[in-house]
């Protein structure tokens, strides 16, 4: 082959720092390995102490954060994913993940891979995907490139997921300019699994066969996670070929026969490569097992000839999984995925020592201690610089009394239905399928989260995403603590417990002090809120550097929530009303404050003031009365007040049932303008039968939550004192026809 | 009467074959099982029902490799004898890449893949796949397709129009053959043709999908109803 008589080139501190790595980093290797490193060692470090790999300025801050609780079954960071009991034998498992950078230059399969990366953290573990979600932010929809990149997006998640077989249940999709040239891509997957049937990402036992199984390995992805570490600027479009290719086909192949390959028994271990291919799962495995590992890259199977051990080491291929067989037991591992038409193929094996030592053509190309690769090991941990924003100043001093408020609640109501933010998403969420495995109860759209039941069981999961970017810009540490909250409100909302988090935090430029003090801020939020509504974080994932030429993007810590519902046949509930003549009740904290509000962004086009105000112990107590109110049965449909309010609220239960409403505000306050558009937390509306207003008035006041009757139940007139008057089909109309307008211009 | 088994054909890509599956073995009681595509033996099934999905990825074209995995020689034997064959979604477009029904799918007309509840008025009680239900009944059924907008000449189509091989078509909720209701473009508001013999059945919509009120719609059973009714007066 003549590519074999290429010679790597010298490794000199500019070639280190070529790759992302600084001279310290550089003088750490040399320390590692006694030596200086070869070409193909730089590769393999550069991409682990990447920030994508290391999490080297984000560990610190991670560690904070609440993991445990009677319900975790695998802690945070134990494994690719963490693992909650939610009884009868089963273990959820479930993570979200970023793929933004890809996306943002090579969208459709920025997102694609960005499920199939996600979807394999899942099934690695023995668990069965049964539903995912996604969390989208863009610049504003007005512009071309914004379209071509929702577009691309959602084409990307559509194809993958589709023909993945794992249905969309739930997600959100914000606009906002700043997120202009850096839109955020966040995948998340949920699946099932018996207990006892998980397997752990681990190397043990020397002797023991090293197989790489699923697609063979190309030059594609190279360096895709150092891609992801920095920040995306114009050279950013030649870095195309970092972003991977996805096939869904074969991850589909992959995931049956790996759930039939774990049934079979004879795996040690197992983990997928996503960042950083052979050189991430080989290490992380065996520094997990403390041991060593040998692997043969000449036996890898490629699609291209001539590949280096460089490129085959960092390769980000799809679809490919590396497993730990027990000693004799390979065959049955490779005629399973032989079934399913995969590779399966030895190349090496566990070893006593505790390297990872990688050859090609006969010769060692990299001999690395595999615990000073990895996180948690040798790789290296920062703690960053703080400073605080100085915009906090100026949005936090700003009187919003000064503005100018139209008393046309007709109009503002109107413009706040056409907001992209809060108008229908029907156009994106008909691209996915929502229903394949015939489990999706509550399906994207008129729900306040997506419900899967679990067949077999009389249980149910509610699972939801959440964040506002613009309440962490104008207030971090509150921010944070609402994403969260409203995600636990979210799927009480739906009739279920809220149990564990996931997280994926989408931030700056790290070295950025302004940047760093936001996410260590937002970080202290959200463990105050999980402790307070104990929801343990189960894992997650860290996506820095999301800046455009302009700035950071908002910071944008996404929430993925998991809730339990015990009993689907009478706990899940749906916010749409549903007979004329029930009343409707509002429920919770004052509707004061219009800091951060959509209200705001569509009617006076800021972002500005603070974040709304929220007290965590009164939205815990809120949510378990309002839970048990579900559960007792008296309630007949529930939605949570959040983006437009409390207007746009009793809008959307009419859209979503085709009903109106006769309602007087009067009981909450004077202010019309903060009243029906205050984005206050712990509040939502609850409707119920006439006959049980009394029943559900005491329930709250003994729980010693304001309930406050506003109206009832109507034909199709939306009616809010003479403040509003629109009918439901007009309204709906608007709801539906904005974003299929903007797309179709 | 002998007891009947539903064979649920699995192609590397199919991922309906589970929600089928739990259609007949968990909705419907029937004895079902799975045929692997590299099978060659459907000796011991009375029906087969070729699920949905993404058979080899549906690339080149939506069921065109299916159509060469060595159990298709077995299912056309099969439908040759007059047994009953079901091809739902990705099921029937590998029946019309066989030869087994007429006709072709092109994309959907917006270009895109469309999942959503739609509604389907049955056109003919002449088959065993609809003998339970009345000429004009409306179902909601949900689709979950990109290559669904099925497409034939104006002779061919005649030919399904003199023959009462249209059984179902796209309708609004009213019953009524709208161009908007027929959200793909198919020619003629067509969901699902058989062919001569009446008995194999292709529809685009899934069947599978409403079996259940919680999931939204339960008029999916209705057919399968037809279908074991009718094996029951065999």
């Known amino acids: ?745 | 009467m002998s007891v009947k088994t539903f064979g649920v054909l699995v192609f590397p890509g199919s991922n309906c074959d589970h929600d089928a599956y739990h259609a007949m073995a968990h909705v419907m009681n029937a004895e079902t099982k799975f045929i692997w595509h590299k099978d060659t033996d459907l000796s011991d099934v009375d029906f087969l029902i070729v699920p949905g999905g993404f058979s080899y990825g549906d690339y080149l074209r939506s069921g065109a490799i299916a159509r060469f995995s060595p159990v298709m020689q077995e299912v056309t034997q099969f439908a040759m004898q007059g047994k009953p064959v079901l091809g739902i979604c990705n099921g029937f477009q590998i029946l019309l890449e066989a030869g087994l029904l007429p006709g072709a799918m092109l994309h959907n007309k917006q270009l895109r893949y469309v999942c959503k509840q739609v509604y389907l008025r049955c056109e003919t009680t002449n088959s065993l796949f609809t003998s339970n239900l009345s000429a004009g009944q409306v179902l909601q059924i949900p689709v979950a397709h990109g290559e669904g907008n099925y497409f034939t000449d104006p002779d061919r189509l005649k030919e399904l129009q003199d023959n009462d091989q249209i059984v179902f078509r796209y309708c609004n909720a009213a019953g009524e053959l709208t161009e908007e209701a027929n959200f793909n473009g198919s020619v003629d508001n067509i969901a699902g043709i058989c062919n001569k013999q009446r008995n194999v059945l292709g529809m685009m919509p899934h069947p599978e999908r409403a079996m259940e009120k919680a999931l939204g719609s339960d008029d999916g059973k209705l057919i399968f109803e037809s279908i074991l009714n009718q094996f029951a007066t065999a």
């Not at chain 1, 503005?403 to 007709?410: E, G, K």
């Not at chain 1, 964040?467 to 969260?484: D, E, S």
């Open chain 1, 1 to 745: 082959m003549p590519n074999t008589t290429i010679t790597e080139p010298e490794v000199t501190l500019e070639l280190a720092i070529d790759h992302g790595l600084n001279e310290e980093e550089f003088n750490k290797i040399q320390e590692y390995l006694g030596r200086m490193p070869t070409f193909t060692e730089l590769g393999v470090y550069s991409v682990m102490w990447s920030e994508h790999c290391s999490y080297k300025n984000s560990i610190l801050e991670i560690k904070k954060l609440p993991n445990e609780g009677p319900q975790m079954l695998v802690g945070a960071g134990e494994e690719n994913a963490g693992l909650v009991d939610i009884g009868d034998g089963f273990g959820c498992v479930f993570k979200v993940e970023s793929h933004n950078h890809p996306s943002a230059i090579e969208p459709y399969e920025g997102a694609a891979t960005g499920v199939g990366g996600i979807h394999r953290d899942i099934f690695t573990m023995g668990a069965r995907p049964i539903a995912s979600l996604n969390s989208l932010r863009f610049g504003k929809l007005d512009e071309p490139r914004v379209r071509f990149l929702l577009d691309g997006v959602v084409r990307g998640i559509a194809d993958y997921g589709n023909s993945f077989g794992v249905p969309v249940v739930g997600g959100e999709i914000y606009f906002d300019e700043n997120y202009e040239g850096n839109p955020l891509v966040n995948a998340m997957s949920v699946g099932i699994v018996k207990e006892g049937e998980t397997v752990s990402a681990i190397a043990e036992g020397p002797g023991n066969p090293v197989l790489i199984v699923g697609s063979s390995t190309g030059r594609d992805g190279i360096h895709g996670a150092t891609f992801a570490s920095e920040e995306i600027s114009e050279e950013s479009e030649e870095k195309r070929p970092s972003v991977q290719v996805g096939d869904p086909f074969t991850e589909k192949l992959l995931l049956e026969a790996s759930l039939e390959a774990i049934k079979n028994g004879g795996i040690v271990g197992m983990q997928d490569m996503g960042a950083a291919g052979i050189s991430c799962s080989s290490s992380e495995m065996s520094a997990k097992g403390k041991c060593g590992m040998k692997l043969d890259l000449d036996k890898v199977p490629t699609r291209e000839e001539g590949m280096t051990a460089y490129e085959m080491l960092l390769s980000e291929s799809q679809e490919r999984m590396l497993i730990v067989a027990e000693k004799g037991r390979e065959q049955e591992l490779i005629d399973i995925y032989e079934k399913w038409d995969l590779n399966a193929v030895v190349i090496g094996e566990v070893t006593d020592g505790e390297n990872v030592t990688y050859e090609h053509h006969g010769k060692v190309m990299a001999d690395i201690p595999a615990d000073s690769l990895v996180l948690g090991g040798g790789a290296p941990v920062y703690e960053r610089e703080t400073s605080r924003p100085t915009y906090l100043d100026e949005t936090r001093n700003f009187d919003i009394s000064t503005l100018d408020h139209s008393n046309d609640h007709n109009d503002i109501l109107s413009r706040l239905i056409g907001s992209p933010n809060i108008a229908s998403k029907r156009w994106v969420h008909e691209q996915y399928d929502t229903m394949v495995r015939t489990n999706t109860v509550n399906a994207p759209g008129a729900s306040d989260s997506g419900v899967v039941r679990i067949k077999g069981t009389n249980k149910g999961l509610a699972v939801k995403t959440d964040c506002n970017g613009r309440y962490v810009y104008l207030n971090p540490r509150r921010g944070g603590q609402i994403a969260v909250a409203e995600a636990a409100r979210n799927v009480v909302c739906s009739g279920a417990k809220p149990m564990a988090i996931t997280n994926c935090l989408n931030f700056g430029n790290p070295y950025k002090p302004e940047v760093y003090w936001t996410f260590k801020e937002a970080l202290a939020g959200i463990s105050e809120a999980c402790r307070t509504f104990n929801t343990p974080v189960t894992g997650g994932n860290v996506s820095f550097y999301n800046e455009n030429p302009k700035n950071a993007v908002f910071p944008t810590p996404v929430i993925g929530m998991l809730g339990l519902i015990e009993d689907m046949e009478n706990h899940v509930m749906t916010p749409g009303f549903k007979k004329q003549g029930d009343t409707i009740f509002y429920v919770g904290a004052d509707r004061k404050g219009l800091g951060g509000s959509e209200y705001l962004n569509t009617i006076h086009n800021k972002t500005t003031g603070d974040t709304p105000f929220i007290d965590l112990e009164f939205e815990a107590r809120l949510q378990e009365a309002l839970l048990n109110s579900i559960h007792s049965g008296k309630v007949n449909a529930v939605h949570d007040i959040s983006d437009g309010g409390l207007a746009i609220t009793l809008a959307e239960m009419g859209i979503f049932s085709g009903l109106g409403a006769d309602i007087s505000i009067q009981p909450l306050g004077d202010d019309a303008n903060e009243v029906l558009y205050s984005e206050a937390q712990s509040g939502v509306v609850v409707t119920c039968a006439a006959e049980a207003e009394d029943a559900l008035k005491s329930h709250f006041a003994e729980a010693n939550i304001p309930c406050q009757k506003l109206g009832s139940v109507k034909a199709d007139q939306l009616v809010i004192d003479n403040a509003v008057s629109l009918g439901i089909s007009d309204l709906s109309k608007r709801y539906e026809s904005v974003i299929p307008n903007a797309m179709q211009a």
